[in-house]
């Protein structure tokens, strides 16, 4: 087996955030961020010196600028304060002269996860956990309690796409968070609420082992806040395996066990139950319950305007959180019917020549799995094309048996390179492992390239899905611009000259 190494870089030098005086300095590196902006402003609500920079002129930084927040554009040393406490996400690494800086000084670096945890201890946290579902599930619960009136704050991954944005800081009691796994950060929150969609082993250049990203969310569990609610996926056979794990923890301190699901449900007092599913292209409904120690609190039919079984199942984890949160449960489920997706989450993004183009953030063989079955839904009597970007060696490497089966189902497919982000290559993997794999399929590296042979390999009426986590989205957007459609080839044939 090649040797998977963590390149990613964890920069805080805090094992957790503390009380800090009133005239604390604060620096955010990368600020003008969705996340980082909102978390600019609540500590500068909460009273503190803010100031922070970014590398480009965002246009979250002039609304920083008219709250009396100082930012700069570009990162240099002598911007730091040199009595601040110095916030960084996982992007920052140590070759940032900021955080250089930072570090001679001795200043205390902490992550942001750590910073948004301070700030929202007068919060009703809610954090989303799981290997897939995060992002819609904390974009379906920010969105109906928005809708609902109750002014959720929220600092989510994706762009809830009726809202044009992943982050908000709103007046009311709730703050919705997507908590990431990847890098561990999660385990640095105090929610009132955790939601764990599912648990399947993923980021292992990080973990390591399929068992130490399992034993991650047992820990995660331990940082319930006392008094507050697990709400957990009882369809998941990894969290059913946690919940055998953390029998002790129910109903400590008042703690509560939410579980919801179309299955048979969890032990526990409270359950959300789904049922009689019916799906259509863009579409589906089920029937809804709540009940809590035996007694039926709720029933109803719950319809959302997006398509795919797993997105109701999702809409079930926001009702747990909802219960959890005390808001009026009908009025909840009536607004997750309008609730219109997040960007990249089987999101349309145009068409041309008679080809419907979609973008999808998928990048794990589940959620794969999920999205395709409900791209097929859409592509009705169209044919299914598929360009996928692998994200990460690491992932290609140990799931590329996986790979093979679910790209199976579509009727072409193409493979560009691997989007590397935080790792080095391994050798001998990259896209071409997985078509190799699967016996079929194009494998084109560059992914402008790619991009354009699965277009042109499409006919009126197909459905054409560009499919990763990482930039494969500019490539489906700029071919379903016609405007760009030009500039999109010739920086493909640019690219494959230079290769």
């Given at each position: 087996?090649?040797?998977?190494?963590?390149?990613?870089?964890?920069?805080?030098?805090?094992?957790?955030?503390?009380?800090?005086?009133?005239?604390?300095?604060?620096?955010?590196?990368?600020?003008?961020?969705?996340?980082?902006?909102?978390?600019?402003?609540?500590?500068?609500?909460?009273?503190?010196?803010?100031?922070?920079?970014?590398?480009?002129?965002?246009?979250?930084?002039?609304?920083?600028?008219?709250?009396?927040?100082?930012?700069?554009?570009?990162?240099?040393?002598?911007?730091?304060?040199?009595?601040?406490?110095?916030?960084?996400?996982?992007?920052?690494?140590?070759?940032?002269?900021?955080?250089?800086?930072?570090?001679?000084?001795?200043?205390?670096?902490?992550?942001?996860?750590?910073?948004?945890?301070?700030?929202?201890?007068?919060?009703?946290?809610?954090?989303?956990?799981g290997a897939h579902g995060k992002t819609s599930t904390s974009s379906m619960i920010a969105h109906a309690l928005l809708k609902i009136g109750a002014d959720p704050s929220f600092a989510i991954g994706g762009v809830i796409a009726e809202l044009g944005t992943g982050a908000r800081l709103g007046s009311g009691s709730a703050f919705v968070i997507e908590a990431d796994e990847s890098d561990g950060s999660f385990l640095n929150y105090s929610p009132a609420v955790e939601v764990i969609t599912n648990i399947e082993p993923d980021h292992l250049d990080h973990w390591g082992s399929a068992e130490a990203f399992e034993q991650a969310f047992v820990d995660f569990t331990g940082r319930l806040r006392e008094g507050g609610a697990l709400v957990l996926c009882a369809d998941d056979a990894g969290v059913k395996r946690l919940a055998q794990r953390v029998p002790a923890r129910r109903g400590v301190g008042g703690s509560r066990v939410i579980s919801y699901g179309f299955g048979v449900p969890l032990a526990g007092d409270i359950v959300v139950q789904l049922s009689e599913p019916e799906l259509g292209p863009g579409h589906g409904h089920c029937q809804v319950s709540v009940t809590d120690a035996g007694q039926q609190v709720f029933h109803g039919q719950l319809e959302l305007r997006i398509g795919g079984q797993h997105m109701l199942l999702n809409a079930g984890g926001a009702l747990g959180a909802a219960y959890a949160l005390g808001v009026d449960l009908a009025q909840f489920v009536t607004a997750l019917g309008t609730f219109s997706g997040a960007s990249r989450r089987m999101q349309r993004v145009g068409e041309r020549d008679g080809v419907r183009i979609y973008d999808d953030y998928g990048h794990h063989p589940t959620e794969i799995a999920a999205t395709l079955q409900a791209a097929r839904d859409l592509a009705g009597s169209g044919r299914l094309l598929v360009c996928f970007q692998p994200h990460l060696y690491s992932r290609t490497y140990h799931n590329v048996d996986a790979f093979a089966r679910v790209f199976a189902a579509v009727d072409d497919l193409t493979v560009c390179s691997v989007y590397a982000a935080r790792e080095a290559p391994i050798p001998g993997?990259?896209?071409?492992?997985?078509?190799?794999?699967?016996?079929?399929?194009?494998?084109?590296?560059?992914m402008y390239a790619a991009g354009l042979h699965a277009f042109r390999s499409a006919r009126p009426g197909d459905l054409l899905l560009f499919l990763g986590a990482g930039s494969i989205t500019h490539v489906g957007h700029a071919i379903a611009a016609g405007h760009d459609f030009a500039s999109v080839e010739q920086a493909a044939q640019a690219k494959v000259s230079q290769a």
């Amino acid at each position: 087996m090649p040797e998977i190494k963590d390149s990613s870089t964890n920069l805080s030098n805090v094992a957790q955030a503390h009380e800090v005086p009133s005239y604390q300095a604060f620096y955010l590196i990368g600020i003008g961020g969705a996340g980082m902006s909102v978390l600019a402003q609540l500590l500068h609500d909460l009273g503190y010196h803010v100031s922070g920079s970014d590398q480009v002129q965002a246009d979250t930084l002039g609304q920083l600028r008219a709250a009396g927040i100082t930012v700069f554009v570009g990162h240099r040393e002598e911007q730091v304060p040199a009595n601040a406490i110095v916030v960084v996400t996982s992007a920052v690494h140590e070759d940032n002269p900021e955080a250089a800086r930072a570090k001679t000084l001795g200043l205390e670096i902490w992550h942001r996860s750590q910073a948004l945890d301070f700030c929202t201890r007068s919060h009703d946290l809610v954090a989303v956990a799981g290997a897939h579902g995060k992002t819609s599930t904390s974009s379906m619960i920010a969105h109906a309690l928005l809708k609902i009136g109750a002014d959720p704050s929220f600092a989510i991954g994706g762009v809830i796409a009726e809202l044009g944005t992943g982050a908000r800081l709103g007046s009311g009691s709730a703050f919705v968070i997507e908590a990431d796994e990847s890098d561990g950060s999660f385990l640095n929150y105090s929610p009132a609420v955790e939601v764990i969609t599912n648990i399947e082993p993923d980021h292992l250049d990080h973990w390591g082992s399929a068992e130490a990203f399992e034993q991650a969310f047992v820990d995660f569990t331990g940082r319930l806040r006392e008094g507050g609610a697990l709400v957990l996926c009882a369809d998941d056979a990894g969290v059913k395996r946690l919940a055998q794990r953390v029998p002790a923890r129910r109903g400590v301190g008042g703690s509560r066990v939410i579980s919801y699901g179309f299955g048979v449900p969890l032990a526990g007092d409270i359950v959300v139950q789904l049922s009689e599913p019916e799906l259509g292209p863009g579409h589906g409904h089920c029937q809804v319950s709540v009940t809590d120690a035996g007694q039926q609190v709720f029933h109803g039919q719950l319809e959302l305007r997006i398509g795919g079984q797993h997105m109701l199942l999702n809409a079930g984890g926001a009702l747990g959180a909802a219960y959890a949160l005390g808001v009026d449960l009908a009025q909840f489920v009536t607004a997750l019917g309008t609730f219109s997706g997040a960007s990249r989450r089987m999101q349309r993004v145009g068409e041309r020549d008679g080809v419907r183009i979609y973008d999808d953030y998928g990048h794990h063989p589940t959620e794969i799995a999920a999205t395709l079955q409900a791209a097929r839904d859409l592509a009705g009597s169209g044919r299914l094309l598929v360009c996928f970007q692998p994200h990460l060696y690491s992932r290609t490497y140990h799931n590329v048996d996986a790979f093979a089966r679910v790209f199976a189902a579509v009727d072409d497919l193409t493979v560009c390179s691997v989007y590397a982000a935080r790792e080095a290559p391994i050798p001998g993997v990259n896209g071409n492992t997985i078509t190799e794999r699967l016996g079929q399929g194009t494998y084109v590296a560059d992914m402008y390239a790619a991009g354009l042979h699965a277009f042109r390999s499409a006919r009126p009426g197909d459905l054409l899905l560009f499919l990763g986590a990482g930039s494969i989205t500019h490539v489906g957007h700029a071919i379903a611009a016609g405007h760009d459609f030009a500039s999109v080839e010739q920086a493909a044939q640019a690219k494959v000259s230079q290769a």
